[in-house]
T-cell receptor
Framework: GAVVSQHPSRVICKSGTSVKIECRSL??????MFWYRQFPKQSLMLMAT?????????EQGVEKDKFLINHASLTLSTLTVTSAHPEDSSFYIC???????????FGSGTRLTVV | GDSVTQMEGPVTLSEEAFLTINCTYT??????LFWYVQYPGEGLQLLLK?????DKGSNKGFEATYRKETTSFHLEKGSVQVSDSAVYFC??????????????FGKGTKLSVIP
């Protein structure tokens, strides 16, 4: 079945640095990628939606200059958390959808801790 | 806007007990409904889904029926196992079919099954 590989699974970074999270679709072309953030004991909150080759559409309240999303190819999307702060510590999950496919495939998530 | 409400956990059951996790939704039109499962340290996996009223989704002994009259999609399993311990998310997509529509999630219900 469809697989999305997300890396890294865990990352600890210093406040003020940037962190890049990658999601790769291994056996299908991800025309749309969704990026979610999950706080402890909370649900997944959609941050942005990106279509291959287009600019991402961000949800209200999500800073597009802080959370940079690139979806340059049909198999790779990246989320870069710029100038990270402790309040950015969270679990980030990507979800991919292929054109013509009625399903969503999730990555395994990235636990970001900013110290 | 669309929303999903599911029972808050945690839920602790003995092995072989009956499981029900309630889920109700608010949406316009005819959404698709999903249950996802998240095992510790992993991403979300699709457990089952239903795309129209009265459909029953089933997988691994779990079932849920799309009830439009009560706007519900309750998850049930007749006999839980320790390996079912996970967080369960109810979710909806605003439309059926193969489009790139975002998922709206409930807050998740943590299930712990003890031997």
């Amino acid at each position: 079945g469809a697989v999305v590989s997300q890396h890294p699974s865990r990352v600890i970074c210093k406040s003020g640095t940037s962190v890049k999270i990658e999601c790769r679709s291994l056996d299908f072309q991800a025309t749309t990628m969704f990026w979610y953030r999950q706080f402890p004991k909370q649900s997944l909150m959609l941050m942005a939606t990106s279509n291959e080759g287009s600019k991402a559409t961000y949800e209200q309240g999500v800073e597009k200059d802080k959370f940079l999303i690139n979806h340059a190819s049909l198999t790779l999307s990246t989320l870069t958390v710029t100038s990270a702060h402790p309040e950015d510590s969270s679990f980030y999950i990507c979800s991919a959808r292929a054109s013509g496919y009625d399903g969503y495939t999730f990555g395994s998530g990235t636990r970001l801790t900013v110290v | 806007g669309d929303s999903v409400t599911q029972m808050e956990g945690p839920v602790t059951l003995s092995e072989e007990a009956f499981l029900t996790i309630n889920c109700t939704y608010t949406a316009t039109g005819y959404p698709s409904l999903f249950w996802y499962v998240q095992y510790p340290g992993e991403g979300l996996q699709l457990l089952l889904k239903a795309t129209k009223a009265d459909d029953k989704g089933s997988n691994k002994g779990f079932e849920a029926t799309y009830r439009k009259e009560t706007t519900s999609f309750h998850l049930e399993k007749g006999s839980v196992q320790v390996s079912d311990s996970a967080v369960y998310f109810c979710a909806l997509s605003p439309y059926s079919g193969a489009g790139s529509y975002q998922l709206t999630f409930g807050k998740g219900t943590k299930l712990s099954v003890i031997p």
